[in-house]
């Protein structure tokens, strides 16, 4: 992630512009659009797609709902129906030392 600013994929209202394909640029968008969320919400898929495409301008939001749970942004009831934010927000430089 170094030489990386998210700042340079947001537009003046904050929306991501594009999907990076380097996978810590592609972490580092994972964890801004997990900030959108409040911690103490329960949210339906439906909510979950609202709240991403909110903050993206690119079409692949299934991907990205798909990274937040994988991640461990947002939790996932096993009927997928509830999503909620972790209680604490993992980094993404703590999820990429795993790799």
Do not use: H, W
Request: glycine share 4%; net charge neutral; proline share 3%.
């Amino acid at each position: 992630m170094k030489y990386f600013s998210l700042e340079r994929i947001l537009d003046e209202n904050g929306v991501v512009t594009r999907c990076p394909s380097k996978f810590g640029q592609r972490l580092l968008v994972v964890e801004y659009v997990a900030k959108a969320f409040q911690p103490d919400r329960t949210y339906t898929e439906l909510e979950v797609n609202d709240v991403i495409r909110s903050k993206i301008a690119f079409s692949d939001y299934v991907t990205l709902r798909r990274e937040l749970v994988d991640f461990g942004f947002l939790t996932r009831s096993a009927d997928c129906r509830e999503y909620r934010r972790a209680a604490e927000l993992p980094t993404a430089e703590a999820i990429l030392e795993k790799f």
